[in-house]
């Protein structure tokens, strides 16, 4: 066996550090070096609380010694000393517009101060709490979130005192609150081992979080919003999933209790302060311990970072606050020349008044590629693209072909995770390609090809023009190349004299986003197959490019989030996709109060013995039973979830050709009875594009399926016959069902009638809002 050698280095850096004294002054042996870290002394008992600004230049501290210190967060220097407690100081927080901050105390009393002159604005109090022990500001600043040692969350008008409502839900102590970026939800940690996430509006309980032993210390949002970390005296950290409230992650590698936890604003490093003295920072991606700061000789009481994470800040029960350099910052810089060992601690000794501390470092070499963020095993994503025409001629024509080939390649470490393509370049091509393609997770030196493909529009303009694809990964470790190229465009040699419906009007002019109709709980499965694996299955043309955009109308004008809309298109779409994302990815996502969408645009197909239909997915073949995926299969699945009502769309028919169901170019067949039992029920409501054997039709006209090209534009306003700006499910059936019907008749002189299923006047449920227009 071969024996490899390795030489191991342990560098000792020596660097000046600022301490600062209770009366402000600089050690003047320190010559006013840049450090590793600084000390901030000014309390005479425990420091129990930190806040930092909202512009990040001062500094607010609270303890055990009934006052509060704000502080220059760049000099050190003591700004001023607030004092009105006669309790000690457990909670502050800044409010969003940097003007006021708020004290909370033992002393069960809130005071607002100003936070420009220290003067006291108003404090208030009521029988409703007992001791205050956390407090947060709303981040519209509407609102002020008091926890006490009575079990109840108080919300309160921070600008008259008057309580705006107060919620119940915890049976001990209320240790630690956060609202959410957005500000609609809130989360509480509790001693009675739970944590809540609330509606602060509505006094809701979304969720109730279980998982901890022990008391919970501390809360955070990430700063999307999705994820939360709590730490607790059982010794752990957890990372929940806020959409799902499923346990993401718990860090166990804890010595003792975990009292304070944050997020670096870029959300890709987690911080804790411990009851053993140490400052840990984690990478919240893996969980993995990164670097331990040894310096406070007492428990650490409350952690935060600076606002572009190159330091964070530690209070502890030593009386101490200290401003720690870390040595990562959120944006991409380049890579640093080495981060500490995740093994090893960064210790800062304590040292006598006329020497400087001594700071040991270990370090290991990062991989050149990596971003300036301490990930251990991190993606390297490379890749290629190559750009084709149908006849080779090297020039796009109208009406020909073309195509993309997107190879990607991870060559580092780690998983590339939800890799995207992104497309720009001129109009005419980012209608036909779209300007970007999920990719998906990335392995560890694994491989991908993506082949984006469609047909040019015949009239094009004859010019020169411009495509570009980037990479994106979800954590920033994207390739910094472009790749960009120029082709020449020009129109078909012949052009049919019929008139065209324009392409650059109507439904493919995305609706701007409707930023006032949000459904945070809402949830979307968006699935189009044009092309099939197996070449003897006719194309459907235009199903991927209506299911794309079926999804960024969900997105925009249908409130659902965009983080909540699952699109899957072409080879995407396997029998075991379907199977996964209907039966497995809705179920553990979906609460009674979601509302679920589910459309597909594809190829269908009828059992010829007993009718029952059939879903073709990309992989499928009609004459074979078992690849193919059984519409009353994901009735079923559907109708299990525990929301009240589903809407699926299906841009499919069933056009009844032949014993295996022939389908024929330009026809989707799906056959629909609405003698379903599952449909009968009246949870599940489909729109279909056709009823009975009729054929659902592709317009070329417009380079839509029919009946999506009227569902856009009836979602976009046109179906809104009340004229209240909301578009119902009723409406929009009138309006396709008409649309359709017509057009079918006067352009494609053949019948084709959508249905709505079950009878919406027979069963008549509450109102299902499709989409909201202003």
Known sequence: MKTIKMAMLLLVLIMPAYVYSADNKKDPSQNGEKTDFRIFKGHSEEVLTIALSPDGRMLASGGEDEIVILWNVSTGEKIRTLKGHSGHVTALSFSPANQTLASGSKDKKIIIWDAATGEKIKDFSDDSFDAVLSIAFSPDGKSLAVGSEEETITLWDPESGKTIRTLKGHSDEVCSLAFSPDGKLLA?????????????????????????????????FSPDGRVLASGSEDRTIALWNIASGEKINMLTDNKDSVQSVAFSPDGMLLVSGNEDETVTIWDAQTGGKLKILSGHKDMITSVIFSLDGSSLISAGEDRNIIVWNTGYRTSFAGPPASVPSPAAPLSATKAPANKIPEVKVPTVKTPAFAPNLPVLAAPELMYDVRVDDANGNGIFEGGETIKVTVNIENRGKGAAEAVEILVSGNNSLIYCLGNSRVVGDVGPGSKKDVILQCTLPTRLKAETAHISLELAEQRGYSPAEIKSFTVAMK??????????????????????????????????????ISNYRDKEIPPVKYAKSD?????????????????????????????????????????????????????????????????????????????????????????????????????????????????????????????????????????????????????????????????????????????????????????????????VSETASSELNREQMPVLLPDMEQHRPAAIEITRVK
């Open 188 to 220: 509480s940690g509790s001693g009675d081992k739970t944590i809540i996430i609330w509606n602060p509006v509505t006094s809701e309980i979304r969720n109730t979080l279980k998982g901890h032993k022990d008391t919970v210390n501390s809360v955070a």
């Open 491 to 528: 129109p078909a040699d012949i052009i049919k004299t019929e008139h065209i419906i324009s392409r650059h009007i109507d439904v493919d002019v995305v609706p701007a986003k409707n930023s006032n109709f949000r459904r945070d709980n809402s949830y979307a499965l968006v699935i189009g």
């Open 547 to 739: 299911a794309e955009k079926f999804a960024k109308y969900l997105e925009n004008i249908g409130g659902v989030p965009a983080k909540n809309i699952k699109l899957v298109t072409d080879e995407m779409v396997t029998k075991g996709d379907i199977e996964a994302y209907i039966e497995d990815w809705l179920p553990r996502r979906i609460k009674k109060d979601s509302e679920v969408f589910v459309y597909y645009a594809g190829h269908g197909t009828p059992d010829p013995r007993t009718g029952e239909a059939y879903i073709v997915p990309y992989d499928g073949n009609p004459d074979y039973k078992s690849k193919l995926y059984p519409l009353k299969r994901m009735y079923a699945s559907l109708n299990k979830l525990p929301s009240e009502q589903v809407v699926v769309m299906l841009d499919s028919c069933f056009s009844g050709g032949g014993e295996r169901g022939v389908m024929s170019q330009g026809t989707r067949p799906v056959s629909l009875s609405v003698e379903n039992p599952i449909l009968a029920g009246g949870k599940v409501f489909v729109l279909a594009s056709a009823s009975g054997t009729q054929i659902s039709s592709d317009f070329d006209k417009v380079k839509h399926g029919l009946f999506t090209y009227y569902l856009l534009k009836g979602m976009k306003g046109d179906a809104d016959e009340d004229m209240n700006d909301k578009i119902e499910l009723q409406e929009l059936y009138k309006y396709v069902k008409h649309n």
